[in-house]
Nanobody
Framework: QVQLVESGGGLVQAGGSLRLSCAASGRTFSSLPMGWFRQAPGKERQFVARINWSGGRTYYAESVKGRFIISRDNAKNTGYLQMNSLKPEDTAVYYC???????????????????WGQGTQVTVSS
């Protein structure tokens, strides 16, 4: 079992930056891939970024490529999403998720993930 707690959301002006954190409990975190997803009001949850179990491979949605950076510190059982050059269309609730598929690179599909955090609100004003 893995429990996830996000933090770091907030209100920021367009062009600004935020860093989201995802603190995980459970000794298996370091062997599992992690992803970030987001859901805007009235829209479906969408893939943002994912990182493999070791942190050596990362993948991004086209809409955030070059602006967001996903990372993880397995020694701290924590994942991160650095968000730069934020745009109003980035406004959403952001969720971290972990897939129970050890030593893999994860997936872009939300239903492939087994554990989810409660979400953190990111609001970007224009």
């Amino acid at each position: 079992q893995v429990q996830l707690v996000e933090s770091g959301g907030g209100l920021v002006q367009a062009g600004g930056s935020l860093r989201l954190s995802c603190a995980a409990s459970g000794r298996t975190f370091s062997s599992l891939p992690m992803g970030w997803f987001r859901q805007a009001p009235g829209k479906e949850r969408q893939f943002v970024a994912r990182i493999n179990w070791s942190g050596g491979r990362t993948y991004y949605a086209e809409s955030v490529k070059g602006r967001f950076i996903i990372s993880r510190d397995n020694a701290k059982n924590t994942g991160y999403l650095q968000m730069n050059s934020l745009k109003p269309e980035d406004t959403a609730v952001y969720y971290c998720a972990v897939r129970n598929y050890p030593y893999s690179s994860g997936s872009d599909v939300d239903y492939d993930y087994n554990y989810w955090g409660q979400g953190t609100q990111v609001t970007v004003s224009s």
